[in-house]
């Protein structure tokens, strides 16, 4: 007589085996949303810095005025030649975001330590500082975020690895 079915041992052998790759591939899984937010910062960073230089040509071939109008909108531009604003603060941060990206993305000023839904203006020294809160306080270690210098359309990506 032939028995269909699975022995006991069969069966205690596929639950461990489960229960192994569940411990190995699961944390995979909980590190995405942290892969896809620093994705995101580095695809913003790059729009930004190609805007800036963009803008730096437009400057360029226009004789390097001290400001260019875009789309009704008055973009004052740095010595070299790049997008500035007309104060040297985190609102002037935000006024160089807002002049050059054309996105859907919230951003505020800096609040400070408290946690924004998405991005956040900072000024720190002669670098703008924009932040990917993704609803999270700030952490310089672990908040992916990039900076931009106006003076010299530079820049460069922080916590995106």
Request: net charge negative; with cysteine.
């Amino acid at each position: 007589m032939k028995k269909n079915g699975f022995t006991l041992i069969e069966l205690v052998t596929v639950i461990v085996i489960l229960g192994i790759l569940s411990v190995v591939a699961l944390p995979r899984f909980f590190d995405l949303s942290d892969d896809a937010n620093k994705a995101v910062t580095a695809s913003v960073m790059a729009s930004f810095h190609g805007a800036a230089g963009q803008l730096h040509l437009k400057w360029n071939i226009l004789g390097e005025p001290e400001s260019i109008v875009i789309g009704g909108n008055t973009i004052p531009m740095s010595d070299e030649g790049y997008p500035d604003s007309s104060t040297a603060d985190s609102a002037g941060c935000l006024e160089i975001w807002e002049n050059i990206m054309d996105t859907s993305i919230n951003i505020v000023e800096y609040p400070g330590t408290v946690a924004t839904p998405e991005w956040s203006a900072l000024r720190f020294g002669p670098a703008c500082v924009y932040i990917n809160h993704d609803g999270d306080v700030f952490n310089n270690v672990a908040t992916p975020f990039f900076s931009y210098f106006p003076t010299t359309g530079t820049g460069v990506g922080f916590n995106l690895d």
